[in-house]
Structure formats: structure tokens, C-alpha cells
């Protein structure tokens, strides 16, 4: 049976990784409530902190947050961590001006994306927004992997990928308004392709 923790707590226990991707990162007023979704071991968290920004990260791995922490505190910054599942309500978390969810909804099931996407829906204030990054279905990688559901493979060491089309996060987000998707592409190594899809999402005008 697919365990996300147990297989983010394998990955991250070799420490640090990636080491520094904070791209898509939107434009916020100083001292704005950011919710992370999927914070890792911290690198869209200290640039979010490094901007003024109050925020909430939270994410499965116990490992990935030792990390955050240890990586924020080097550089006397501060933010709230907490091992906190997306797919379980949020709601004593309070309301949010942002929610990032950068690379996270891809390692759910669909069942599980869906869930997650109702419960930040329930802690985005009134005029908030949403920003999504995650790979989309013309990235190299489509394909590698066993399918365990459509456009979803599980890897080796256990992290389920899944790939986006842009009608999917469309989808995904019908409440918002404002969707701003759009699909980056670009050459790795010379000839591997690789792809995202990103998009910021508000509120419909006349949400209650």
C-alpha cells in the first residue's frame, strides 16, 4: 500500500533536496498570511518569510520539517511548522490572504487532490488567492513509473507523480475566478523536455 510519509521521510533523510527552486512565487503585500501546502524541507518557506511574508507551512514529512526548521533558524528567520495532512480539515489553521500549493497536489491520488483542494478553500479568505505549480503532462517524465491511477505513476522510491493537462486544473479550481494558467516548457540536458502548468486563482465576486 502506497504511504506518502513513509516514502517523504526516506527521501528527505539524505537531507536536503532540490536545494533552492522558489519559482512562481506571487506577488503579495508585506505581512500577508501564506499558507504552504507541502513545505518540504523549506525552500518556497524562507523565501516567503524572506519577503515579509506571515506563514503557516505544513507537510507529511517529519524529516522535511526538521530540515525547514534548521534551515530557517540559520537564518533567523521564523515561520510555523506543522506535520499536518492537506487531505484532513484546516480550518483551526484561520484564513489565509495566499495559498501555495507549488508541486504538491501531484503526489495525491484524485481523490485525495480533490479533498485537499475543498479544505483550502475552507481557510482562503474572502479575496484570496490561490497559486499552483505542478508538472504537466508534456514533462519527459509522463509515463515513467507504474499507473495506479490516469496520468499518475508511482516511482521507485515510492513518490506518486501525478501530470496535469490545463482543462484538469481548470477543473479542479471551477470556484475560482481569474485563472491566470498558463504552460511553461523548456530543454533539460540539451533535449529532455520538461513542463509545468501554473496558474493564480481568486474567488468568484460574489462569494458569502
Same mark, same amino acid.
Given at each position: 500500500? +502506497?504511504? *506518502? #510519509?513513509?516514502?517523504?521521510?526516506?527521501?528527505?533523510?539524505?537531507?536536503?533536496?532540490?536545494?533552492?527552486?522558489?519559482?512562481?512565487? *506571487?506577488? &503579495?503585500?508585506?505581512?500577508?498570511?501564506?499558507?504552504?501546502?507541502?513545505? $518540504?524541507?523549506?525552500?518556497?518557506?524562507?523565501?516567503?518569510?524572506?519577503?515579509?511574508?506571515?506563514?503557516?507551512?505544513?507537510?507529511?514529512?517529519?524529516? $522535511?520539517?526538521?530540515?525547514?526548521? #534548521? @534551515?530557517?533558524?540559520?537564518?533567523?528567520l521564523k515561520a510555523v511548522?506543522?506535520? @499536518?495532512?492537506?487531505? /484532513? *480539515?484546516?480550518?483551526?489553521?484561520?484564513?489565509?490572504?495566499?495559498? /501555495?500549493?507549488? +508541486?504538491? &497536489?501531484?503526489?495525491? /491520488?484524485?481523490?485525495? @487532490?480533490?479533498?485537499?483542494?475543498?479544505?483550502? !478553500?475552507?481557510?482562503?479568505?474572502?479575496?484570496?488567492?490561490i497559486s499552483f505549480l505542478?508538472?504537466?503532462? =508534456?514533462d519527459m517524465r509522463f509515463?515513467? $513509473?507504474?499507473?495506479?491511477?490516469? $496520468?499518475?505513476?508511482?516511482?521507485?522510491?515510492?513518490? /506518486?507523480? =501525478?501530470?496535469?493537462?490545463?482543462?484538469?486544473?481548470?477543473?479542479?479550481?471551477?470556484?475560482?475566478?481569474?485563472?491566470?494558467?498558463?504552460?511553461?516548457?523548456?530543454?533539460? #540536458?540539451?533535449? !529532455?523536455?520538461?513542463?509545468?502548468?501554473?496558474? !493564480?486563482?481568486?474567488?468568484?465576486?460574489?462569494?458569502?
Amino acid at each position: 500500500m +502506497h504511504d *506518502p #510519509k513513509v516514502a517523504w521521510d526516506r527521501r528527505y533523510s539524505s537531507g536536503v533536496k532540490w536545494g533552492g527552486s522558489k519559482q512562481g512565487l *506571487p506577488d &503579495l503585500e508585506t505581512g500577508a498570511r501564506v499558507l504552504e501546502i507541502g513545505c $518540504g524541507t523549506g525552500d518556497n518557506t524562507i523565501s516567503a518569510v524572506g519577503r515579509g511574508w506571515r506563514v503557516t507551512a505544513i507537510d507529511l514529512s517529519s524529516k $522535511g520539517l526538521d530540515i525547514a526548521e #534548521k @534551515r530557517l533558524s540559520d537564518r533567523g528567520l521564523k515561520a510555523v511548522l506543522l506535520e @499536518r495532512d492537506a487531505t /484532513l *480539515p484546516l480550518c483551526d489553521l484561520g484564513l489565509f490572504d495566499c495559498v /501555495l500549493l507549488h +508541486h504538491v &497536489l501531484g503526489a495525491m /491520488l484524485d481523490e485525495e @487532490r480533490r479533498r485537499c483542494v475543498e479544505n483550502i !478553500l475552507e481557510v482562503l479568505s474572502a479575496d484570496g488567492v490561490i497559486s499552483f505549480l505542478d508538472l504537466s503532462v =508534456h514533462d519527459m517524465r509522463f509515463g515513467k $513509473g507504474k499507473v495506479v491511477e490516469d $496520468g499518475s505513476f508511482l516511482k521507485e522510491d515510492g513518490i /506518486l507523480q =501525478h501530470f496535469f493537462t490545463e482543462e484538469e486544473v481548470r477543473g479542479l479550481f471551477s470556484d475560482m475566478r481569474g485563472m491566470e494558467i498558463s504552460i511553461e516548457s523548456w530543454s533539460q #540536458k540539451g533535449s !529532455l523536455k520538461r513542463s509545468r502548468i501554473h496558474g !493564480l486563482l481568486q474567488w468568484e465576486d460574489d462569494r458569502e
